[in-house]
């Protein structure tokens, strides 16, 4: 079994910064993408930034210049450096990943966390 545990959300007032990490743990072979995805109340969840296995980054507009992702392949980990956080940023963000394991090292799945609450007040 694969699991993804995100940790560092949390309240910070209009220009503060967070960081997220997000630890895949498991029988895990590799990870190819890695992202992070946020859902506001009433709206759908948005992609927000994913970098991959070889290091490329991409990020949504909103956030360029002000959120940073990056891992930490040996720990299978993905952090989310947040800068400048306005209360537009106010979410659940998620981690999600496509992991193969160790038994099947060349088919990937798809998996989410459990999500971590991320606000922004004024």
């Known amino acids: 079994q694969v699991h993804l545990v995100e940790s560092g959300g949390g309240l910070v007032q209009a220009g503060g910064s967070l960081r997220l990490s997000c630890a895949a743990s498991g029988s895990i072979f590799r990870i190819n993408d890695m992202s992070w995805y946020r859902q506001a109340p009433g709206k759908q969840r948005e992609s927000v930034a994913t970098?991959?296995?070889?290091?490329?980054?991409t990020y949504r507009n909103s956030v360029k210049g002000r959120f940073t992702i990056s891992r930490d392949n040996p720990k299978n980990t993905v952090y989310l450096q947040m800068n400048s956080l306005n209360l537009e940023d106010t979410a659940v963000y998620y981690c999600?990943?496509?992991?193969?394991?160790?038994?099947?090292?060349?088919?990937?799945?798809?998996?989410w966390g459990q999500g971590t609450q991320v606000t922004v007040s004024s």
């Open positions: 999600n990943a496509d992991i193969s394991k160790v038994r099947s090292p060349w088919s990937f799945s798809n998996y």
């Open positions: 970098i991959t296995g070889d290091g490329r980054m």
